[in-house]
């Protein structure tokens, strides 16, 4: 049996505040559609796929903050997306905020779902690198509020089998690109292919002087490399444009097992944008460069599982 994937991107154009869920939704379905009809049997759609990305906005009123999440997957609103997946037998990776009950208390988390094409949800991610900061910094320009709306993901870096080809599947958000260990945990565990959504500021509002074009070429890097240096495709789906004026850039890209980026969209806008991915493509690079089992040397390594910040240590 071949093993490939047809695999879509769906990018996003803003979503702003006063969009309704259902508009949103309507916009995904049309982009399923498209993606259908361009012949993909999977569609990666951004992180926090159904709102306007909200933690630029420093809410207090609870109510106000848990109208971008869901407390239900799927939900009345979404359903239409999850039955037109059936129908077409597509599956689909999809970020959300989600917000449930466990443990006898409410959670917020940044989240991403495998669902099969089948329309049953498969697997769970929720983002484990959350960025940005927990006060109101009333002098920047905008909030990056992750830390004060979700909690830290628990779920770790997984893998789910999907379609008949059983292609192994991993999925991460955002942030999570940018570091080599979000990768590698999920190679380990056999990923041929890892997908994400994300929202990511045209301007470093941490670094004002960094330009835009790096933001781009540092999104570029990261995940080009993670899908050389771990013989794997690598699907990342933006939300795009100026949400309220806001800018996030695009550059939604399907990245080969060679570190080469296949397909990528030119606007920041929703676009489709596809890849007939071969599976089997990454096999030489997992046999060779980078087999672990061969050249890996996790004694040497330990300490970054061990150790979170720099503690300088010279040899002189
Ligand atoms: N949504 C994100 O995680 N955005 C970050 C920004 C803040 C740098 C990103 O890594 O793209």
Not at 81 to 95: D, H, S
Not at 225 to 238: D, F, H, K, L, P
Request: hydrophobic share 40%; charged share 25%.
């Amino acid at each position: 049996m071949s093993r490939r994937v047809k695999t879509a991107a769906a990018q996003l154009g803003p979503i702003h505040r006063a969009d309704s869920r259902a508009s949103v939704v309507k916009r995904l379905v049309e982009m399923l559609k498209e993606a259908a009809g361009r012949g993909s049997t999977f569609v990666v759609f951004p992180e926090l796929a159904l709102t306007t990305f909200f933690p630029r906005w420093w809410i207090e009123d609870p109510a106000e903050i848990d109208r971008y999440f869901e407390a239900q997957m799927p939900s009345p609103e979404t359903l239409p997306l999850f039955e037109l997946a059936r129908q077409k037998g597509i599956g689909f990776y999809l970020g959300y905020a989600e917000l449930v009950e466990e443990a006898g208390r409410l959670r917020r988390f940044n989240t991403s779902i495998l669902v099969a094409p089948d329309g049953r949800i498969v697997g769970k991610y929720r983002k484990v690198h959350l960025p940005g900061h927990v006060e109101h910094r009333p002098a920047a320009p905008y909030q990056h509020l992750e830390k004060k709306y979700f909690e830290v993901g628990d779920l770790g870096f997984n893998v789910w089998k999907m379609f008949d080809s059983g292609a192994r599947v991993g999925q991460c958000i955002c942030n999570d690109r940018r570091w080599p260990e979000t990768f590698r945990v999920m190679a380990l565990k056999g990923a041929e292919m890892v997908v994400l959504g994300y929202n990511t500021p045209t301007d470093n509002v941490y670094a004002p002087h960094e330009p835009p074009y790096l933001r781009v070429f540092h999104h570029n890097l990261s995940i080009q490399a993670a899908a050389y240096q771990n013989g794997i495709w690598v699907v990342a789906t933006a939300k795009a444009g100026r949400e309220d004026g806001f800018w996030l850039h695009g550059g939604t890209a399907i990245v080969a097992p060679t570190g080469e980026i296949v397909a990528k969209a030119n606007t920041e806008e929703d676009e489709v944008i596809a890849y007939d991915c071969d599976l089997a493509l990454g096999e030489y690079i997992r046999n060779t460069t980078f087999n672990f089992a061969k050249h890996r040397r996790p004694e040497h390594y330990r300490l970054i599982a061990d150790r979170t910040g720099v503690e300088i240590e010279t040899e002189n």
